[in-house]
């Protein structure tokens, strides 16, 4: 059954742009040194289509990479990583392919990482996937690995989970619950291994709130919200204690209608694209490369594996 959201019954479709910030600290013996990364964001949403780009500020330390952007059509998504071609690392190298690119089953962003999808997909694209969710266990956003679009998306950790929903069904709040385990990955896989007493069983592993509202269109869509991780530690020759591990704020600027957008990430020079939708599946496993301009469609990838006489098998779900 179709519930509305203050929308005279049609789905929101909205444009909101603003900046988003990473802080966390680093410690050592004798001092803490504060550390933040600073993005723009746009996000476009129309129902169930969506569109995350996040731009890296130039003075910023983290400035190899241009921008990430994901999209999502209801059913596929689109991933795009485009690295700054004036960085001096890569600037001067000739004919290099400084884009890379990924497509994939599924509706949701991969996971936590520094490109800030997650978070931002929580709090402006998340509405159906929790009006509908079954259970209570939802990923938690923690750095767990890099997310390299040239392979598969990397494990998550779900969590259980509670979280409240506005009136117009955007998330007002959100804390997950640490089971006393924590997600090891390396080369043979990942896994689970519990934390030593006192955190073994369990303690809080994250929060996100909504810290202020904007009105757009009949919708009370966030204004801003902020994601706090924590973690245990072991400081030495203290007493072991949970903290803080980063921050995640972010705050809308802009609030626009939407004009003519695709949900489609551009490619705006040569990229090279894994396309996880399919597999091979003799001689090689993994899944097919390609550089272009555009996005190959589902005949063109099998008419390519047809061509490199390779068998492959089509996958049916995703994570």
Same mark, same amino acid.
């Given at each position: 059954?179709?519930?509305?959201?203050?929308?005279?019954?049609?789905?929101?479709?909205?444009?909101?742009?603003?900046?988003?910030?990473?802080?966390?600290?680093?410690?050592?013996?004798?001092?803490?040194?504060?550390?933040?990364?600073?993005?723009?964001?746009?996000v476009?949403?129309?129902?169930q289509?969506?569109?995350?780009?996040?731009?890296?500020?130039?003075?910023?330390?983290f400035?190899?990479?241009?921008?990430d952007?994901?999209?999502?059509?209801?059913?596929?998504?689109?991933?795009?990583?485009?690295?700054?071609?004036? +960085?001096?690392?890569?600037?001067?190298?000739?004919?290099?392919?400084?884009?890379?690119?990924?497509?994939?089953?599924?509706?949701?962003?991969?996971g936590?990482?520094?490109?800030?999808? &997650?978070?931002?997909?929580?709090?402006?694209? /998340? /509405?159906?996937?929790f009006?509908?969710?079954?259970?209570?266990?939802?990923?938690?956003?923690?750095?767990?690995?890099? +997310?390299?679009?040239?392979?598969?998306?990397?494990?998550?950790?779900?969590?259980?989970?509670?979280?409240?929903?506005?009136?117009?069904?955007?998330?007002?709040?959100?804390a997950w619950?640490?089971?006393?385990?924590? &997600?090891?990955?390396?080369?043979?896989?990942?896994?689970?291994?519990?934390y030593?007493?006192?955190?073994?069983?369990?303690?809080?592993?994250?929060?996100?709130?909504?810290?202020?509202?904007?009105?757009?269109?009949?919708i009370?869509?966030?204004?801003?919200?902020?994601?706090?991780?924590?973690?245990?530690?072991?400081?030495?020759?203290?007493?072991?204690?949970?903290?803080? &591990?980063?921050t995640?704020?972010?705050?809308?600027?802009?609030?626009?209608? &939407?004009? +003519?957008?695709?949900?489609?990430?551009?490619?705006?020079?040569?990229?090279?694209?894994?396309?996880?939708?399919?597999?091979?599946? +003799?001689?090689?496993?993994?899944?097919?490369?390609?550089?272009?301009?555009?996005?190959?469609?589902?005949?063109?990838?099998?008419?390519?594996?047809?061509?490199?006489?390779?068998?492959?098998?089509?996958?049916?779900s995703?994570?």
């Open positions: 059954m179709h519930i509305s959201n203050q929308t005279n019954g049609r789905d929101p479709e909205f444009q909101v742009e603003g900046k988003i910030v990473y802080s966390t600290e680093m410690r050592n013996r004798t001092e803490t040194e504060q550390i933040s990364h600073s993005r723009r964001f746009v476009a949403r129309k129902g289509q969506w569109k995350i780009r996040t731009t890296n500020l130039k003075e910023d330390r400035s190899s990479i241009d921008y952007e994901i999209g999502c059509d209801g059913t596929t998504i689109h991933e795009v990583q485009c690295f700054d071609g004036t +960085n001096p690392s890569i600037a001067d190298v000739k004919d290099i392919i400084s884009a890379q690119g990924r497509v994939r089953l599924g509706t949701t962003p991969a936590f990482d520094i490109d800030f999808f &997650l978070p931002l997909w929580i709090g402006y694209c /998340s /509405s159906k996937f009006r509908s969710r079954q259970g209570d266990r939802i990923t938690a956003p923690l750095f767990i690995m890099p +997310n390299s679009l040239r392979t598969d998306v990397p494990p998550t950790l779900p969590l259980p989970a509670k979280w409240k929903l506005n009136e117009s069904h955007f998330i007002s709040e959100i619950q640490s089971e006393g385990e924590s &997600l090891e990955v390396d080369n043979h896989g990942s896994r689970l291994e519990r030593p007493p006192p955190f073994d069983v369990g303690f809080l592993q994250a929060i996100f709130e909504t810290t202020s509202w904007i009105s757009f269109s009949k009370n869509m966030p204004s801003s919200f902020i994601l706090k991780v924590f973690g245990p530690t072991w400081p030495q020759g203290q007493e072991p204690k949970c903290v803080q &591990l980063y995640i704020e972010a705050r809308v600027e802009a609030v626009r209608a &939407l004009h +003519n957008v695709s949900f489609r990430p551009e490619l705006p020079k040569k990229t090279i694209i894994t396309d996880t939708r399919y597999r091979s599946i +003799n001689g090689c496993s993994g899944h097919l490369n390609y550089a272009g301009l555009t996005w190959m469609i589902e005949e063109e990838i099998e008419a390519k594996y047809k061509s490199l006489g390779m068998e492959y098998e089509k996958q049916i995703q994570a």
